[in-house]
Nanobody, 130 residues
Framework: EVQLAESGGGVVPAGGSLTLSCATS????????IGWFRQAPGKPREEVSS???????YYAESVKGRFTMSNVDGKKTVHLQMNGLRPEDTAVYFC????????????????????????WGQGTQVTVSS
């Protein structure tokens, strides 16, 4: 069973930093896209960043230059380093996975539609105080 587990959320003052982690388990990651999404109260879920198995990355305009996504631990864990946090970054952050369980040679086009992600974590709360 494929599972995603987020960690690293918390409360920080404006201008502070946090690193979120997304640990994957239960699958061999041949070709994949892992995305970070967030949802603030009363707002739709939006994509923040994503990374593909071939190393391509996507960042939403609102986080470019502040957030950095990276693979660690043989690519089973993904980090989202968030610097210069703002009150408007307050949200529940989710990671999600779109997975090919065999090699297809796909050329990813980012951002991937949210509906393409098959697996989702439970989310971790990030609160930025002003």
């Amino acid at each position: 069973e494929v599972q995603l587990a987020e960690s690293g959320g918390g409360v920080v003052p404006a201008g502070g930093s946090l690193t979120l982690s997304c640990a994957t388990s239960g699958a061999i990651l041949y070709e994949y896209v892992i995305g970070w999404f967030r949802q603030a109260p009363g707002k739709p879920r939006e994509e923040v960043s994503s990374i593909t198995s071939d190393g391509s990355r996507y960042y939403a305009e609102s986080v470019k230059g502040r957030f950095t996504m990276s693979n660690v631990d043989g690519k089973k864990t993904v980090h989202l380093q968030m610097n210069g946090l703002r009150p408007e970054d307050t949200a529940v952050y989710f990671c999600a996975l779109h997975l090919h369980q065999r090699w297809t040679g796909v050329a990813w086009e980012l951002p991937l539609p949210q509906s393409e992600y098959e697996y989702w974590g439970q989310g971790t709360q990030v609160t930025v105080s002003s």
